[in-house]
């Protein structure tokens, strides 16, 4: 059993920025405004991206995915929210990875809100689940909860047709499905439900905007999952051996300062691969299910 060979990334013929290269504030359309956190790694991309979302002239924004807590970021997206004339309505995080949230609880009190997300540690704090409505002035903003990243991740619907996809899905390369927070079988049934909503936009947590096929590309994730899987059954035909071995073998062509976190994204689809009987755990060692 061989695995088959990698899905083709959409991405890679469009006209991207480069890595690196994102400006600090832009305007992405009518009611969204991305400011860059100054947090770039390789795991973050350029940096996270906070959106302000509002209509102008309305008097309120929701601010997304606020980020670190850093002085200068804070300044950039104040001064966005006093070119709109506007309030802060409310904070919302995407997810609890500190990241997209560690400014969160200092922000709202700053700007005298609460913050809202599915689950919040700090608080004030107001729960958001699937289908709730996040209220803003002349745009529909709902909730669609799309767990896999985190247990806890939800994404932003906006009335437009874009999609704030938080974690879920990055402007460049492939989301991490960290386990045992990161769920792979949640992870892609969140895949099918967006994809099925047909998004004309994805607005991510990291990287540029995605907006010349978000369809492409949110098959390509599928395609990418699936690929790792088969590529880590192929591995097991030579023997049982763990989780960091697999990682050795499957992603060689991958930085090594990446690798742990593609350990905890093999952990992940090594979990989903013994729910559906094709391997088994014993100690730390991954054995294939054969016959």
């Known amino acids: 059993m061989s695995a088959p060979a990698p899905p083709t990334d959409p991405r890679g013929s469009w006209d991207l920025p480069e890595p690196g290269s994102l400006p600090r504030t832009e305007r992405l359309d009518e009611v969204v405004t991305r400011v860059l956190a100054p947090n770039p790694s390789p795991m973050t991309l350029d940096g996270t991206n906070t959106y302000v979302l509002g209509v102008p002239g309305s008097g309120e924004v929701l601010v997304v995915d606020p980020g670190p807590d850093d002085p200068g970021h804070l300044a950039r997206v104040e001064a966005v929210v006093r070119e709109r004339d ?45 289908g709730d409505r996040v209220g803003l002035a002349g745009v529909d903003v709902e909730v669609v909860a799309t767990p896999g990243h985190t247990l806890d991740h939800l994404s932003l619907r906006l009335g437009t047709g874009a999609l704030l996809t938080g974690d879920h899905v990055l402007g460049r390369g492939t989301s991490v499905v960290a386990h045992p927070d990161g769920d792979l079988a949640a992870y892609l049934t969140s895949l099918r439900r967006v994809l099925e909503l047909g998004p004309n936009a994805l607005y991510p947590g990291h990287g540029p905007a995605l907006t010349e096929d978000p369809s492409a590309v949110l098959r390509f994730y599928a395609e990418h999952r699936e690929y790792r899987q088969q590529q880590l059954l192929a591995s097991l035909r030579d023997g049982p051996t763990t989780p960091g071995q697999l990682v050795a073998r499957m992603y060689a062509d991958v930085p090594e300062h990446l690798w742990s976190a593609a350990e905890a994204s093999t952990r992940a689809a090594v979990d989903l691969l013994v729910a559906r009987d094709r391997v088994r755990i014993v100690g730390d060692t991954v054995h294939l299910i054969t016959g």
Do not use: M
Not at 103 to 126: E, K, L, N
């Open 86 to 130: 506007a309030q802060v309505r409310s904070v919302v995080v995407t997810h609890h990875h500190l990241d997209h949230s560690e400014a969160a609880a200092t922000w709202a009190r700053r700007f005298g809100t609460d913050v809202a997300a599915a689950r919040v540690a700090s608080s004030p704090a107001s729960t958001l689940g699937e």
